[in-house]
């Protein structure tokens, strides 16, 4: 297993630290990988191998920068901050989509993410970016500033029906935002699955109850599928 | 391409003939599949034979028996019929299984269906039926006879969001119909998608413009990875 490459980028004047996890051929797509509110975790990182196995160039982005998180309490409180202003919040996603952009030019772009971070992939869709394919893993459906314009990605939202963070209300509103901008989104639940199910292990490396094998494997052959559409293995 | 094998069986005085696709080695699963109102269509036929080319043998059940329907109009009357009475219907939809319990017997059962065969496998489901997985294409979710026991297959259930047939009302109420009983259950939604996505042609073999291509891959995706898990490929 080759160690990620360590990439330096900006949003304005924070640094940010990405992490590039790169195919043994030339990449099929470009994808960003927007990680927990812990920011990069060993269970992020494997999914990032994951993508690069399947031949695409998969950057884990950097939420905070150089304030990053050491424990639970200090990223709850390092996400809120992101949280409290939604445009700084995209303006600060939008510079891992240009620095994977830049890293792997001219294939489709990807962005998936966990938890914060698939909530991040749909504020990146909200805020009108440009690229193929967004993918959330029990993110947060709602938003501070719902969509107004097209929605250029296609959507797959892969949810734990039993995620306390995303009640059911949430979902029929999401559908009905995405349906007044007539956005292409595949919806997939699964019962009693709870937030975080794709991560074995917990924010701070114990065994963690949310996860579920079933819904992460079906979850993730969800993604591999629809990256099989929008860019095809060469 | 080889020929379908006709199978006689029968719901009590009522003659029933099944269409048995076998796979090429010993069967990994016995899959039931249930078509549309129309009875077995090519449509249907392409799939039982997708199936045995994954392992499993795959018999097409009978609604009707002699009775079957040559036109829509008829065939309208016949489900009708049919469903006039729920628990004769479900008699009916055991009788499938169980003839194809005897002719792949000591596997893992499994039954799909498309349309009135997607409501046929989850009622099924609801009936007690014990089988490992029940998968419903743009299958009808509401019920006369909602769930009063555990449910013993997993469920799949597979729709399209913009289905006329089924608001999303039913989809809620399904939910929670299954959770009153702890059903284990994934639902995959597709935006902009109507009712009979699955196929390629419409009852009278016509260019279907409901048919969704993407849609219609990644269901059928879902179902090989849920058949991956409750019958693994030897």
Request: hydrophobic letters at 50%; aromatic letters at 8%; a negative charge.
């Amino acid at each position: 297993m080759s160690a990620l490459e360590r990439i330096a980028y900006a949003d304005g004047d924070t640094a940010l630290t990405g992490w590039l996890a790169r195919p043994s051929g030339p990449a099929r797509a470009a994808v960003a990988v927007f990680p927990t509110f812990m920011n990069t975790t060993p269970g992020v990182e494997a999914k990032a191998r994951a993508l690069a196995a399947a031949g695409c160039a998969a950057l884990i982005g950097d939420f905070y920068g150089p304030a990053a998180p050491h424990d639970m309490a200090s990223a709850f409180a390092a996400m809120t901050a992101l949280r409290a202003d939604p445009r700084a919040m995209r303006v600060r996603l939008r510079a891992t989509l240009e620095a994977l952009e830049g890293l792997a030019p001219g294939v489709p772009v990807i962005a998936i993410g966990f938890c914060l971070g698939g909530m991040a992939v749909l504020e990146l869709a909200r805020d009108g970016a440009d690229f193929a394919l967004a993918a959330s893993f029990h993110g947060l459906l709602a938003t501070p500033l719902p969509a107004a314009a097209p929605i250029k990605p296609r959507l797959l939202v892969c949810h734990g029906d039993a995620d306390s963070l995303v009640p059911r209300a949430d979902v029929t509103a999401f559908w009905e935002e995405m349906d007044a901008v007539g956005a292409d989104w595949h919806f997939l639940s699964f019962a009693r699955v709870e937030h975080g199910f794709t991560n074995p292990l917990d924010a701070m490396g114990e065994p963690n109850p949310a996860y579920d094998a079933t819904a992460d494997r079906q979850s993730w052959a969800a993604l591999m599928g629809l990256i099989d559409e929008v860019a095809p293995a060469r």
